[in-house]
């Protein structure tokens, strides 16, 4: 077992999802997942101290609260690792954040895997990446591509990881109309749009070709006709503050918006970073939504930025 820190600092990024194919309901409840995840230059910062207890705060640069009981994903992730590998280890963790809060962008997915990295080295476990992100994903789905990072394909319940290929820059307006949205209700109410429709959800959804072809030749045009959320109509059934961000972005001449996963964030795809300024500005004064942030993908994955 390799020897333990005393400080060790993590960042793990956002993510926002150019495609999400939802299909049927398995035993567990669970359903099958077809996505292509993006990560992006917003970061979720862990700061890892030893300390005889667990203990957490937060910085946020975001709206929004910030749970500090057991509900919090680095808290659970800590836990995790003291349950299964017997520990009585504390530390003092400190969140410095960056991610919408409950957009959607799987913020609380990247503290959970930021935390498993620093703790790893903090307590000297030395599990390595793969079984790092397979107790990620004990977590939830989303823990283990915060790990990985740049853009992959996700499968089954999204935590089944395919690293994509990307060419080329990708500038993203990341629009929060405010407001929140329930994960499990936008799947409750997609599956109630599906079953008015009288359709049958696929056994395994995959994802376009297409869209893969677009982000390993760079063909920002492509990927604009390729992003697709199955979750859309029931995010905007459940907030009706979501079209209206969508429609303005594209009229304003946005290459393409969607909700990114359950929302409520929409991922506007633009040109470059002045026209992600220009589209922000218009929804803002617009009162369309409550901030804006400019990011890039493909971003990489958790990393070690200190480590003593």
Known sequence: ??????????????????????????????????????????????????????????TSHVPGDTP??????????????????????????????????AGGMGGGSADAAAT???LDRLWGLGLGS???????????????????????????????????????????????????????AVFRRFDEIVARGGRTPAVQPTVHERQL???????????????????????????PGLEPVVEAAEQLGALAALVSGSGPTVAVLVEDEMQARSIATRLMSESLVESCLVARGSAPGASVLEEE
């Open 213 to 239: 072809q677009a982000l390993s030749g760079g063909n920002i045009e492509l990927l604009a006709d390729t992003l697709h959320n199955d979750l859309q109509a029931a995010a905007f059934a459940l907030h």
């Open 116 to 118: 498993l990295v620093a």
């Open 1 to 58: 077992m390799p020897p333990g820190r005393q400080r060790v600092v993590v960042r793990a990024p956002g993510k926002i999802n150019l495609s999400l194919g939802v299909g049927a309901v398995d035993d567990r409840g669970y359903h099958a997942l077809a996505t292509v995840f993006q990560a992006v230059d917003l970061y979720e910062t862990i700061t890892a101290v030893r300390a005889d207890e667990l203990s957490l705060q937060v």
């Open 130 to 184: 793969e079984r790092l992100r397979q107790l990620g994903s004990w977590i939830g789905a989303d823990v283990p591509f915060a790990m990985l990072g740049h853009t992959a394909l996700g499968r089954g319940n999204g935590a089944d990881l395919t690293t994509v290929l990307t060419h080329g820059e990708w500038t993203w307006l990341l629009a929060v109309p405010g407001g929140h949205l329930s994960t499990p």
């Open 68 to 101: 500090l009981d057991g509900s919090n994903l680095a808290l659970r992730a800590a836990e995790l690792l003291r349950t299964e590998f017997d520990l009585d280890d504390g530390a003092a963790l400190h969140i410095d954040k960056q991610v919408p809060i």
